[in-house]
């Protein structure tokens, strides 16, 4: 016990003697990810609304059959502009979508059959996503009025072609709501930066140490080899905490100063709190699985390659939940990566989490960084640990 | 005191040859207190690894070590508590300064505060390097590296001291003071082993030597001794004579 302390005290005085790894650990590391992630959501929000509210210019072919219609749609804001080849305009990407009224359209309508507006698009480009989904709702509207004025002329009450009034009631709460964007992205940042945070100071104290040559003098002192790995591991986890705890105090602050949706991540204290405890056992499957699989590389370049891998790692469960959103499970709490991602949501989101779920995943995540940690005490009682050359 | 008997070790081999490679075949030899004994060997000739299975880094596949008559296999920590070892890989810690490298080997042997100052104070003085004890290792030229390794080796005041290859890369005035320091610590009763490949060194400074030649002990004795073993009036003669007869067994 006495040794582990001496091994943590002196790995930490050299990482501090560090200038620039530490900087890159407890400064850069930290800041980038909450300052990414804002700036995007920033940039996302103005964008979204700029395209919603905008007057927009769009092309309008056969316009002249549908006078009216052009008329209505430029006092709700939709200017008609002329493009000469407006498919190919939609296809190099000048424009976003245009319309295209039938060519029987004037005849269609004074004979009270359905004439055709074309709103023409590509579905693949999202940026389009927001004018087709305004001209579709303009549309709409010009259509439901035309209709009940029709069915007035003809003495014919509108509401007998309703026969339902279908809506919609949320019971979503106003967090969840907001939190579209950020349930993407903020678990996979925190979990990385939790998983990860230690990186440096590990491949320094194992494969760094191996590299260059001081193990060998190391083990031949007569500290036990458990007390030297969990030394080590306890550095890693004391940096990976010191760096969790400035990520989330720099999504706090950064949160606070961002406009609109981005403001809601600013989380009370206690959301911190828990945040914290559900990474904590991160910071420890982190610092003991980095531990195990540096010890077994004989230099710094080589573990890196190794550890480049990991980055990766936490992504999975972020990228299936992207794709095939599923319920909470029970099970789930067990699964690293994809528990914290399930209990940070559960967090940002407001919802309780049952004391059932806290114990699955306390016990199988602290029980997995148990067994990596043991890993890397067996991996350092391997003979060939020690040969440097 | 330290003494090996029949010491084997082999390392599985490498690519397509899967037999296995013999570093160390049968050594075994007395290193008694008071002593300072030399294990001359060329290059590949196992000196490292017997080394290695003296300071517990690595298990004999037989033969045993005893240090201060206890087997270290029953317990290596004492083992290693009562050795003071420089091994072949010598690395210092470059963030840390001389005394700050001293310091975190005397800590993890369980020394107190007062006394590692102690040791370091009586260290620097023997090995002289007391104009550079506070200045981070990071630019230390060989010597001041070699300086730093055997003193934090030390630190502990170990009754038992083995240095593998001491005076790799050292220039002749530190070599000189580095023998001066090892005849000091025999004069203290110490038993002291090192090992190397350059004769006139071990000639030098040895009360008793022991030759090894592809993992075996060719010759065991006071330089006398092994003059007379060897039939040869030169050392250097002895010394080619033992290891070239060895090779033409083995061709």
């Given amino acids: 016990m006495k040794a582990l302390l001496i091994v943590w005290k002196k790995e930490l005085l050299e990482l501090v003697r560090d200038r620039r790894t530490l900087m890159l650990t407890l400064l850069f590391a930290p800041l980038l990810g909450p300052l990414l992630f804002l700036g995007l959501a920033t940039i996302g929000e103005s964008k979204a ?48 979508a245009y319309l295209r009224i039938g060519d029987d359209f004037g005849k269609d309508w004074r004979e009270g059959k359905p004439a055709l507006v074309e709103v023409v698009h590509d579905s693949t480009r999202h940026d389009a996503d927001i004018p087709v989904r305004r001209l579709e709702t303009l549309l709409g509207q010009y259509n439901q009025q035309v209709g009940a004025l029709r069915l007035l002329a003809r003495g014919v009450n509108p509401g007998v072609a309703t026969p339902m009034a279908v809506s919609r009631k949320d019971l979503s709460t106003p967090e969840a709501r907001s939190a579209g964007l950020a349930a993407m992205m903020l678990p996979y940042l925190l979990i990385l930066g939790a998983f990860i945070g230690s990186l440096q100071l590990v491949l320094d104290t194992t494969a760094g140490e191996r590299e260059r040559q001081s193990l060998e003098p190391l083990l031949a002192t007569p500290a036990r080899r458990g007390a030297i790995v969990s030394g080590k591991i306890a550095a890693a986890c004391s940096v990976g905490i010191v ?17 609109g949706a981005a403001k809601q991540l600013a989380v009370g204290f206690g959301e911190m709190a828990l945040m914290m405890l559900v990474l904590l056992p991160m910071v420890f499957l982190g610092g003991s699985l980095l531990t195990w699989i540096a010890a077994a590389a004989k230099s710094v370049k080589e573990a890196q390659s190794y550890t480049t891998v990991l980055i990766l ?28 991602n399930q209990m940070l949501l559960q967090v940002i989101r407001s919802e309780p989490v049952t004391a059932m779920q806290w114990g699955v995943y306390l016990v199988a995540a602290f029980g997995i960084a148990a067994a990596f940690w043991f890993a890397a005490i067996r991996r350092y009682h391997q003979e060939r640990l020690a040969v440097s050359a | 005191m330290i003494v090996a008997e ?38 590949g000739a196992g000196k490292t690894t017997t080394l290695r299975m003296l300071y ?66 009586l260290l620097s003085e023997a090995l002289q390097m007391e104009d550079f004890l506070d200045r981070q290792t990071e630019g230390f030229s060989q010597g001041q ?50 090992s190397s490949h350059i004769m006139q060194e071990v000639a030098a400074l ?37 290891i070239g007869s060895e090779e033409g067994l083995h061709a």
């Fill in chain 1, 313 to 340: 790692l936490p992504m999975i469960p972020t990228v299936i939940l992207m794709v095939s959103p599923v319920k909470n499970q029970l099970w789930m709490f067990a699964v690293p990566f994809l528990a914290q």
């Fill in chain 1, 243 to 259: 760096s969790l705890v400035l990520t989330l105090l720099a999504f706090r602050v950064g949160a606070a100063f961002a406009p």
């Fill in chain 2, 56 to 121: 517990t880094l690595m298990q004999p596949e037989s033969g045993r070590v005893l240090v201060d008559g206890r087997d270290v296999a029953a317990d290596p920590e004492a083992a290693r508590r009562a050795l003071g070892v420089l091994p072949d890989a010598r690395g210092v810690y470059k963030r840390l300064t001389a005394r700050e490298n001293i310091r975190y080997f005397g800590e993890l042997h369980g020394m107190s505060p007062a006394a590692i100052a102690e040791r370091t104070k």
């Fill in chain 2, 145 to 194: 590296r070699t300086k730093t390794a055997i003193a934090r080796a030390l630190v502990h005041d170990p009754r038992n001291v083995i240095l593998d290859e001491p005076t790799n890369g050292l220039d002749v005035m530190t070599t000189r003071g580095l023998r001066e320091f090892l005849k000091r610590l025999r004069g203290e009763g110490r038993c002291v082993i090192f």
């Fill in chain 2, 6 to 43: 029949h010491l084997r070790k082999t390392f599985p081999g490498k690519g397509k040859d899967k037999t296995r490679v013999v570093a160390v075949d049968d050594v075994g030899f007395e290193a008694r207190d008071g002593e300072i004994t030399g294990l001359l060997g060329p290059n």
């Fill in chain 1, 49 to 96: 609304k700029e395209q919603m509210e905008k007057p927009m210019a769009v092309a309008i072919a056969g316009a002249e059959r549908a006078p009216n219609l052009v008329a209505w749609l430029a006092s709700q804001g939709i200017e008609r502009k002329d493009v000469a080849d407006p498919d190919a305009a939609i296809r190099s990407q000048a424009e976003d």
């Fill in chain 2, 206 to 242: 040895c009360d008793r030597i022991v030759v090894v030649a592809h993992g075996r002990v060719v010759a065991d004795g006071s330089t006398d001794a092994i003059r007379e073993q060897a039939g040869r009036d030169n050392l250097e003669d002895a010394f080619v004579h033992l």
